[in-house]
């Protein structure tokens, strides 16, 4: 009796589920089902008000309240595989939107949906893997959005079946290989967005012809080639973005009446833009954005530019401009951005430019800008960059009055007269470098009224002085036939019309010592560029670009000798390091040494860019590192400051696209500090194992850590101790302050090894995990004073968790520091054999990589 009347009450309770909640093999309970299955309680997304799956915000139904025909899920937490029985069950459905979960696979039966689909959007979650084939089963589809997960391989050939698909967008992910042929079957299309991929070769044939319907396209970002798709058929296209890529030729056929946005920055486009006669080919109404920056382009600016009355973002930095003057741009009363910086720009900036009252961002630099500053009453401008020209006087008082409400100004090297009062030292050293600093005297106010006149009568008795001194300095050493001369002051940047001094010896002085080229003449001593051999560089063109190698492109004084920034000809920005303790080797010894280095190339590594032997000086030309290097970032200066001993002085210059700024929150986070560790890792793995003969990088520490426009971490100074004297090698093998490993302390006959440099890379990982500085901080709690026996107490103890950085904001990371806190107790053993080899210590590293679910969290 009792089994019996327990078996009756169970029957009683599962009718009445199954009477107040979802029938099986129902939309409704297909829905719900999903939803439990991917982590979401079902009670959470509805109001109450009705039991119906149709009620719900999230979910439309047909007329009869019976069929799903919309689910629009995003941003709800689901997570995990699409679970199977599920909504690929749902037989009338038409649109689908899952954008924004973790979401990290299909089902099989998802591919059912392909009879009814019309839209489906599964953007920004953490698929992976290849896009299956299956793809090609909406033949319906009008919208596939796939954006911003991690798919990589080809795309699908099965893409070009979809004959009504009208928006596709796949950027964002790791496609890779060519845009397949029958991608043009998608003779619909109205979008195309293939940005952030890996694609490469060319745009297939026919581009123009098959989709005549394009509205837009966007293929930043990726690795494609060859000569611009002809774009002649496509009379719709509003947006065209191709910047990021390595597309050739002439941009001369791109612009389209209906064209507003047009980016093909950061391309390798060549020829003359001024050719064609704009004034009959083209009308200019509908731009809005052009930016060509960063190419191949020559001639002279569009010559129409001014008929462009709805133009606000105008760039067309670092091309091969002819010389030429300020284009007349004062009918652009809406431009907001304009940034003409190394454009070959020469004569005086016009005053019109004060009409462009909307202006928000202003970039001059690097051109041959002479003349005053103008009177720029530009109320709304923000970003501000005049530096690397020509311009002489006084700053406008209402422009200095301006400069405190801008996010960034820089007026460097130029010939500028202002008073260094008004600006904190911090201010002066990064956005007035190069200017005088002329104060008036403020103890005596009577001398302040007559400072002017005897200020200059003042420079006109020295003048002369100097002129009656140099005079006689001259015919006494004509007299005795000296022919050598130094210079030992600094300077100044030349006009373009001057010409560099060629003959020598020449010497020049740094902020702690002077260095001399035994150079007689200076066009005669060749300067080596690896990849641009038939450049004819010489001693000459490096004296341009550092400006005489003058103080105020000095960069940093390290133990091989002082570091410059210059701009040679052809745009290559470079840091000239010169190793001017001279060298036990010969001349050709030199030359075949850095021959060598030269082919050493890594993503983690400092590019060697050039040489040049100049007399027994040995000079290195490296890349430009844009953001700096981690002692800075870490410890020495708030971001956005710089300091002498950082090879990135150019904090003040605006983001075109290419450089990305570093950002508290960015420097804050452990996925971004894994990153630097995981590259510099990389990088001394690849020397101590992937090179032949080995390399022992000798000094590893925090300064010796770049980061590139990229954010990518570069490891700089390795391979140089062959190339300078025994007595230098000898100092730097013992490493610096705070890195050099124990047994450095024990003997002084002990080489530097690769498990030194694992010693000094563990020094760093303590530093970027813990914030401290390895020499000179607070270690709280406790008595040590080093950074690597304070952290090593710690982990030993099992308290990993004290010495994190405080600053470190992202959560969910916590155990994978603790385990980067072991790693680095690992590499600072006191025994050497102790310490793992650097590719353990890239494998030991990957396996605490930030997962994006940490970010979630």
């Known amino acids: 009796m009792g089994t019996g009347f327990l078996a009756c009450l169970l029957a009683v309770v599962m009718l009445l589920r199954c009477s107040t909640s979802q029938q099986p093999n129902t939309d409704e309970f297909f829905v719900a089902d999903f939803i439990r299955k991917m982590g979401v309680e079902v009670a959470s997304l509805s109001d109450g008000s009705s039991s119906s799956v149709c009620s719900w915000k999230m979910v439309s139904c047909d007329d009869r309240k019976e069929k799903v025909i919309a689910l629009v899920a995003s941003g709800l937490g689901l997570s995990g595989p699409i679970p199977e029985n599920t909504i690929g069950k749902l037989s009338m459905l038409k649109t689908l939107d899952l954008s924004g979960n973790n979401i990290t696979g299909f089902s099989s039966d998802i591919w059912g949906l392909g009879s009814s689909l019309r839209s489906l959007n599964l953007a920004s979650n953490q698929m992976k893997g290849a896009l299956p084939n299956n793809l090609g089963n909406f033949g319906e589809l009008e919208s596939l959005n796939l954006s911003h997960n991690d798919f990589s391989g080809e795309m699908p050939v099965t893409l070009g079946s979809l004959s009504s698909l009208r928006f596709l967008n796949l950027s964002g992910n790791r496609f890779e290989g060519i845009i397949p042929d029958s991608f043009l079957g998608c003779r619909s299309l109205v979008s195309i967005d293939l940005s952030g991929n890996r694609l490469n070769g060319?745009?297939?044939?026919?581009?123009?012809?098959?989709?005549?319907?394009?509205?837009?396209?966007?293929?930043?970002?990726?690795?494609?080639?060859g000569r611009l798709p002809d774009l002649s058929g496509l009379d719709s296209v509003t947006y065209l973005n191709l910047s990021g890529n390595s597309f050739q030729g002439s941009v001369l056929g791109v612009f389209r009446e209906t064209m507003q946005v047009i980016d093909l920055s950061n391309n390798q486009f060549q020829g003359h833009v001024s050719q064609v006669n704009l004034s009959s080919s083209y009308n200019w109404s509908s731009l809005v954005y052009l930016d060509l920056s960063v190419n191949e382009l020559s001639g002279e600016f569009f010559h129409d530019l001014g008929r462009a009355r709805s133009l606000r973002h105008l760039n067309l930095a670092f091309n091969r401009f002819s010389h030429q003057n300020f284009p007349m741009?004062?009918?652009?009363?809406?431009?907001?951005?304009?940034?003409?910086?190394?454009?070959?720009?020469?004569?005086?900036?016009?005053?019109?430019?004060?009409k462009l009252v909307g202006l928000k961002t202003l970039d001059l630099s690097q051109n041959h800008i002479t003349g005053h500053i103008p009177d720029l009453s530009i109320k709304n401008i923000q970003v501000l960059d005049l530096s690397t020209n020509n311009l002489t006087g006084e700053i406008p008082q209402p422009l200095l009055d301006e400069l405190p409400n801008m996010i960034s100004f820089n007026f460097s090297y130029n010939n500028l007269t202002l008073c260094a009062a008004k600006f904190s030292p911090q201010t002066f050293n990064t956005a007035f470098v190069g200017s005088q600093n002329d104060c008036p005297i403020a103890a005596n106010p009577d001398l302040i009224r007559t400072k002017g006149a005897k200020y200059k009568a003042l420079k006109l008795a020295l003048?002369?002085?100097?002129?009656?001194?140099?005079?006689?300095?001259?015919?006494?050493?004509?007299?005795?036939g000296f022919r050598k001369r130094t210079r030992s002051w600094a300077v100044k940047q030349l006009s373009i019309k001057e010409e560099p001094s060629?003959?020598?010896?020449?010497?020049?002085?740094?902020d702690s010592s002077t260095w001399v080229a035994d150079v007689k003449s200076a066009t005669s001593v060749p300067v080596v560029i690896f990849e641009k051999p038939l450049l004819n560089f010489t001693f000459a063109d490096l004296l341009t670009a550092t400006s005489h190698f003058d103080r105020g492109t000095?960069?940093?004084?390290?133990?091989?000798?002082?570091?410059?920034?210059?701009?040679?000809?052809?745009?290559?920005?470079?840091?000239?390091?010169?190793?001017?303790?001279?060298?036990?080797v010969t001349e050709q010894e030199a030359a075949k040494e850095l021959e060598r280095l030269g082919r050493i190339k890594h993503p983690n590594l400092v590019p060697l860019?050039?040489?040049?032997?100049?007399?027994?000086?040995?000079?290195?030309?490296?890349?430009?590192?844009?953001n700096g290097n981690l002692q800075n970032l870490l410890h020495d200066l708030p971001l956005g400051v710089q300091a002498t001993e950082d090879w990135s002085t150019d904090t003040w210059e605006e983001d075109t696209g290419t450089i990305q700024s570093i950002t508290t929150e960015g420097l804050t986070t452990w996925r971004f500090r894994h990153k630097i560790a995981l590259g510099a890792a990389r990088a001394l793995a690849f020397l101590h194992h992937g090179c032949y003969p080995q390399i022992v990088h000798r000094d590893v520490k925090a300064s010796?850590?770049?980061?590139?426009?990229?954010?990518e971490p570069r490891l700089s100074d390795f391979g140089l101790s062959r190339i300078v004297g025994a007595s230098l090698e000898d100092e730097i093998s013992r490493g610096s302050p705070g890195y050099a490993p124990p047994e450095f302390c024990e003997s002084e006959n002990v080489s530097a090894t690769t498990k030194s440099d694992v010693y000094g890379f563990g020094v760093v990982l303590f530093e970027l995990i813990t914030g401290k500085k390895p020499l000179g901080d607070d270690y709280p709690e406790e008595r040590e004073t080093t950074l690597v026996s304070w952290a090593r107490t710690l982990v030993r103890k099992n308290q990993a968790s004290k010495v994190i950085d405080p600053k470190i904001r992202e959560t969910g990371s916590e155990t994978r520091m603790e385990e980067g806190l072991r790693i680095a107790y690992l590499c600072t053993a006191d025994l050497p054999s102790k310490r793992p080899s650097m590719q353990q210590i890239v494998g030991l590293l990957k396996d605490i990589?930030?997962?994006?679910a940490d970010l979630l969290k």
């Open 502 to 510: 060629v003959s020598g010896p020449f010497s020049f002085q740094t």
């Open 609 to 626: 860019t050039g040489y040049c032997l100049a007399g027994d000086q040995r000079i290195a030309i490296y890349d430009y590192m844009e």
């Open 463 to 480: 003048a002369i002085t100097l002129s009656v001194f140099f005079l006689i300095a001259g015919l006494v050493c004509l007299a005795f």
């Open 849 to 852: 990589e930030p997962m994006a």
């Open 704 to 711: 010796s850590i770049y980061l590139d426009s990229a954010l």
């Open 202 to 225: 060319t745009v297939p044939d026919g581009f123009s012809d098959a989709l005549k319907n394009l509205r837009f396209l966007d293929l930043s970002g990726n690795e494609i080639n």
């Open 329 to 354: 741009l004062e009918q652009l009363s809406g431009l907001e951005y304009l940034n003409l910086s190394k454009t070959s720009l020469t004569g005086q900036i016009p005053t019109e430019i004060s």
């Open 554 to 584: 000095l960069l940093a004084e390290g133990k091989f000798g002082p570091v410059y920034r210059g701009f040679l000809p052809g745009g290559i920005h470079a840091a000239v390091k010169v190793l001017v303790h001279g060298s036990t």
